[in-house]
């Protein structure tokens, strides 16, 4: 059985960032499939259009990148290589979901140029998270 070294102090922020980040995900996701018909009904009616016609694929791969990256963010906080492989099936959640987003829903049209802020940073931080783990794992921080 191999001994992992001690991690750098570095290592616990940012599985403590990435596990807070993976949570608001989580939040987010939670909000969007408990919102009401009356809440729906109550946003402008281009945004109406976007809750309303989201296929289940694009649902259930919201549901993988980040219950996955919270699995994968407490998986890398108990040290473990597992972390790793966690994070990259977080990461497919997130590129599918990103595909219904930029090429099949009009919300780049909706929420203009800015609206690619937040997408562009998940698909950053889903890949830093691959890297980083790899990383730990490399350093003999997780096993």
């Known amino acids: 059985m191999t001994t992992a070294i001690k991690p750098a102090t570095t ?8 596990l807070l ?8 996701y939670v ?13 402008p009616e281009n945004e109406q259009a976007l809750y309303t016609n989201i296929p289940m694929w694009a649902t259930m791969a919201f549901a993988i990148a ?16 597992l972390a790793t492989t966690i994070f990259m099936i977080s990461f497919v959640g997130i ?4 595909i219904h987003s930029f090429f099949i829903s009009n919300s780049i049209e909706v929420y203009g140029p800015g609206g690619m ?10 890949a830093y998270l691959i890297w980083y783990s790899k990383s730990a794992s490399d350093r003999g921080w997780i096993n």
């Not at 980040?21 to 987010?28: K, T």
């Not at 499939?33 to 729906?40: H, L, S």
């Not at 980040?66 to 290589?81: C, E, H, P, W």
């Open 95 to 98: 590129v599918v979901q990103m």
């Open 21 to 28: 980040w993976n949570l608001m995900g989580v939040s987010a």
């Open 11 to 18: 290592f616990w922020i940012i599985g403590v960032l990435a």
């Open 117 to 126: 802020v937040m997408p562009v940073m998940i698909i950053v931080i889903g």
């Open 66 to 81: 980040v219950f996955g990256g919270a699995l994968a963010s407490v998986l890398l906080l108990m040290r473990k290589k």
């Open 31 to 43: 909000m969007q499939i408990m919102m009401t018909p009356e809440a729906i009904q109550a946003l």
